[in-house]
């Protein structure tokens, strides 16, 4: 017998197709395949209701600023020399103002859940007026898959992007 070659290794290239550890040799998988389908964007144009909501809700609330509490400006030497009730009375406004702080928050995320969730509106009420006074119309896009394209039942399973 031949000696290998120095060219050549020990296995053949027979060998490496059918070793399960190379990813070369097997098929695509299922998820593989789903993954390689195209799907396509469609203009969907926003329901009168949603554009009236817009127009009831132009803008987003903008966060404040955060300000350092009353009692953390003025630094422990000062509220030292206060009276009691006056540092107590600063502790409160403190206390209130985190509470405001607090429900502000709330109301920003409860607003922006009805804006996206309950009326789909996946824009800033900003944009979706602006489209709207320039066209008379406001659109957004639609992701469709391959799948629910063919079979024509594109609005029920479209998922907005």
């Given at each position: 017998m031949d000696p290998p070659s120095e060219g050549r290794s020990e296995t053949s290239s027979f060998d490496k197709v059918i070793d399960p550890t190379n990813d070369q040799g097997k098929a695509p998988s299922i998820t593989e395949k789903k993954k390689k389908k195209k799907k396509k964007k469609k203009k969907v144009r926003y329901t009168q209701e949603q554009i009236l909501y817009c127009i009831g809700n132009p803008e987003e609330l903008p966060e404040r600023r955060d300000t350092p509490k009353l009692t953390e400006a003025l630094g422990a030497e000062l509220l030292a020399k206060l009276p009691p009730d006056l540092v107590a009375h600063l502790r409160a406004m403190d206390d209130a103002k985190e509470e405001g702080k607090a429900r502000r928050k709330a109301l920003i995320e409860e607003l922006r859940h009805e804006r996206e969730v309950i009326y789909n509106i996946r824009d800033k009420p900003e944009d979706v007026l602006k489209?709207?006074?320039?066209?008379?119309?406001?659109?957004?896009?639609?992701?469709?898959?391959?799948?629910?394209?063919e079979d024509g039942d594109q609005g029920s399973r479209a998922a907005a992007h």
């Open positions: 489209q709207y006074y320039a066209k008379g119309y406001a659109e957004y896009e639609v992701i469709i898959d391959d799948d629910d394209y």
